[in-house]
């Protein structure tokens, strides 16, 4: 039976430890989406007894002030469009689920946000305690992903490349590998959305670039349009991957130590030729006024 090599130890540590943080993540979400949908949902009944107290007052302005329903119709849309700022979004389980993933990756494209204070108490202490469980658990997906490349990179170069000892710039390398994964994602991301939401593909490239840097300016908002389930839960999957993807990159390279010892071995050569053509100079220039006085 083979020993199990250092890297493998770890990655079998890693795992467990996977498994335990992705259950709590899981379940953390699950609960948010349970408890938002109770507290921000209870809107919904309000909804629909307006809808129907609306739907009587158009009954009784059109018969009595001989108005149409379509201009009925348009005086409730401006109204609605007036006041649009403090009603409160459609809290379905996907679009509570979309709310929860934006306030968890801290991505916050602002389409949906709690209206009532209970909601937004809530969302204080959720974010509290599960923005911290959401970056251990991506991060600790990318230090796996790290570990796995890292893996490759040396068994490439041992058995295809016939290389011995350890790989020199390994994390170097995984990071280009890393960054080749990220930009797959955006390719593949952008290349769906350009075929749903009919965008261009620098909309669709910047959209999902700046998800997955986490700025989410929401002014271009993927399964926004449509606003199908299918929609949301792949701009769900989509950012999570993308996340990963941006968390294994930013990890390997916190790990690239070989091109900053090499960088400092560059910079040390630098200066000291500076100092040694400094030292030429001055003892040229010492020398001539030497030769100046003794004339």
């Known amino acids: 039976m083979r020993p199990l090599n250092q890297i493998e ?30 507290v921000e949902g209870s809107d919904d009944i309000v909804t629909e007894k307006t809808n129907a107290e609306l739907e009587k007052l158009k009954q009784n302005i059109t018969a009595n ?19 649009s700022s403090s009603s409160g979004p459609e809290w379905s389980y996907t679009n509570t689920l979309s709310f ?33 469980i959401n970056i251990l658990f991506l991060q600790l997906i990318g230090e796996i992903m790290l570990n796995g490349q890292q893996t490759l990179v040396s068994k490439f170069e041992a058995g295809c490349l016939k290389r011995e000892g350890a790989p020199k710039f390994l994390n170097e390398k995984c990071t280009l590998l890393g960054f080749l994964i990220l930009l797959t994602l955006l390719f593949i991301s952008t290349g769906i959305h350009m075929e749903i939401e009919d965008w261009t593909f620098l909309e669709g490239f910047y959209c999902y670039f700046i998800t997955f840097t986490t700025v989410g300016f929401g002014d271009l908002i993927p399964g926004q349009s449509r606003k199908k389930t299918g929609d949301v839960v792949l701009r769900i999957i989509l950012i999570i991957l993308g996340l990963v993807a941006m968390s294994n990159m930013l990890i390997a390279i916190a790990n690239c130590h070989d091109a900053a010892q090499l960088f400092k071995k560059l910079k040390a050569c630098c200066g000291k030729t500076g100092s040694v053509e400094i030292g030429k100079q001055d003892e040229d220039a010492g020398m001539e006024l030497n030769e100046q006085a003794s004339k």
């Open 9 to 38: 130890i770890t990655m079998s540590g890693k795992a467990y430890k996977l498994l335990f943080l992705f259950l709590i993540w899981f379940v953390y979400i699950t609960i948010g989406v349970f408890i938002f949908k109770a």
């Open 65 to 83: 002030y001989n108005m149409s329903e379509s201009e009925f119709d348009n005086i409730v849309q401006q109204i609605q469009a007036a006041t």
């Open 100 to 132: 929860i993933i934006q306030l968890l990756t801290t991505i916050g494209y602002g389409n949906i946000t709690p209206v009532t204070s209970g909601g937004r108490i809530l969302c204080i202490f959720y974010a509290f305690f599960g923005i911290p």
